[in-house]
């Protein structure tokens, strides 16, 4: 009984370390271009966007915050808005 639960333990203990082992060189997410970044010059927040929305929400009686605000591409030329 005894061995029979060492090797019972043993293949549990491979079968997790070998599920392990599968997800070690993928990452859980993608890394953008550095000029797609939301942060970078090429976006900027979708000011028309919130507004309509937070009207919309505030006729309702809903309080809106904005986790992550909607952005958009900037037009060249143009400033960005915060």
């Known amino acids: 009984m005894n061995r029979l ?8 203990a ?3 370390l070998a599920g ?3 997800t070690q060189g993928s990452a859980g ?4 271009p550095e000029p797609a970044q939301p942060g970078s010059p090429a976006f900027e ?5 919130i507004a309509s929305v937070e009207r919309v929400a505030r006729m309702r009686g809903i309080d809106v915050r904005w ?7 900037a037009a060249a030329g ?3 808005v915060q």
């Open 78 to 80: 143009e400033p960005e």
């Open 20 to 22: 392990c082992t599968s």
């Open 45 to 49: 927040r979708d000011v028309a966007y």
């Open 5 to 12: 639960l060492r090797c019972t333990f043993a293949a549990l």
């Open 29 to 32: 997410y993608r890394t953008m």
């Open 14 to 16: 491979l079968l997790v």
């Open 67 to 73: 986790v992550n605000p909607p952005v958009r591409r």
